[in-house]
């Protein structure tokens, strides 16, 4: 009985780790700026409940994943990936057009900024996070980032006001 639970055991976690080297990210295949720089690692993004919304308060709401960045604030391609390694979300952008493709349904955006308002229900700084991920204490209106362990790969932002508040934590791979 221990023998055939322990087989079962090492079986599904050869599956997990066979699938997961199976699954592999979506990658753009259009021009982006010869400028651009490609970054990996881990995301999180928090935003905090925001009673006093209008026309209805907004609950918190968070995501996290694993990522592939390539581009810069005009144009580029964000890929969420999932434990496995499977695409979850894409996002593409240029300055005339944003898309988002999750779940096998593709929307389009007039911009960037409309896109990221959509999904977390707040604004992230784009252009400050790139001179981020690059080292640079760029200011944003709200946004506080601390680059102290920038060598280590850690980038945390948070904003404080307006509302809502928000924590955006990065860590990237070497």
């Given amino acids: 009985m221990i023998r055939r639970r322990a087989f079962a055991f090492v079986v599904a976690i050869f599956a997990i780790f066979f699938i997961a080297g199976c ?44 990522f592939e960045l390539q581009g810069n604030a005009q144009q580029g391609s964000l890929i969420l990936l999932t434990p496995l390694g499977s695409t979850a979300a894409a996002v593409h952008w240029t300055p005339e057009l944003a898309r988002l493709q999750s779940n096998g349904q593709t929307r389009e955006f007039a911009s960037l900024n409309q896109l990221i308002v959509h999904l977390l229900g707040t604004d992230i700084p784009v252009t400050a996070l790139f001179g981020w991920l690059d080292g640079q204490a760029l200011t944003s209106e709200g946004w506080q980032v601390d680059l102290s362990q920038r060598d280590r790969g850690k980038i945390l932002a948070r904003r404080q006001a307006p509302a809502p508040q928000a924590e955006l934590r990065v860590v990237l791979e070497d």
């Fill in 23 to 66: 699954a592999s990210p979506i990658r753009t295949t259009g021009h982006i700026d010869q400028k651009s720089t490609m970054w990996r690692g881990r995301l999180a993004v928090l935003v905090q409940a925001d009673p006093q919304a209008q026309p209805q308060p907004t609950p918190s709401q968070s995501i996290g994943a694993a």
